[in-house]
């Protein structure tokens, strides 16, 4: 593997404990993000501005069908590579590119608490993204772990996607409630953007 900046091997994810760690835990905060935000704090908001329940049942719905779906995307993300940028890499960063998109487009439409149509198609785009982002972390983990790392970075993993949702319920909630949905989604969209 090529080396960074003239032979220095401490940005190179298979030469680096401390980088190939920062790195899962940084994409599983951002996977955080759009469970939050759809799971509980749209809902919350749809809810505090009288949505019915069963509008509020769809977008979470919608939100979570990609999970169920996330069987295929190992088969996708294996079958279907740009080599030139190693197995997993093209995946990843355009799962990340599309959930900084869609939450960047869906702050443009802002789309009003009872509009079901809009939000489940924004959070059933956000949350497919989040699913390749997934399963192109989780193969990359695989590739590049050692053996007695895997359980360290399985903790990571797990408890920085928590941490992500924590925050976007927190941060979206605040938001919409004091800025509306367009600046709560844009705003969302930069943390998944600084760490594409």
Not at 72 to 84: A, E, H, K, Q, S
Not at 135 to 156: F, N, P, Q
Not at 165 to 184: D, E, K
Request: proline content about 4%; hydrophobic content about 60%.
């Amino acid at each position: 593997m090529a080396s960074i900046a003239g032979g220095s091997s401490a940005l190179v994810l298979t030469q680096s404990k401390p980088l190939r760690l920062l790195t899962l835990l940084l994409f599983y905060f951002t996977q955080g993000f759009p469970i939050g935000l759809f799971y509980t704090a749209i809902p919350g908001w749809m809810g505090a501005n009288g949505a019915s329940t069963a509008a509020i049942a769809g977008v979470i719905a919608a939100s979570g069908l990609p999970w169920s779906l996330k069987l295929v995307n190992g088969f996708l993300i294996d079958r279907y590579t740009f080599l030139p940028m190693g197995r997993r890499r093209s995946w990843i960063i355009g799962a990340q590119s599309l959930i900084v998109l869609v939450l960047l487009v869906g702050a443009a439409l802002a789309p009003a608490h009872d509009d079901l149509f809009m939000l489940s198609a924004i959070g059933f785009v956000a949350n497919m993204a989040v699913t390749f982002q997934d399963v192109g972390i989780d193969s990359l983990a695989v590739d590049i772990m050692a053996e007695d790392e895997r359980a360290k970075a399985a903790g990571i993993m797990f408890g920085a996607q928590i941490l992500g949702t924590a925050t976007s319920t927190f941060l979206g909630g605040m938001l919409l409630a004091s800025f509306g949905i367009s600046a709560c989604l844009a705003v969302l969209a930069l943390v998944p953007a600084l760490v594409a």
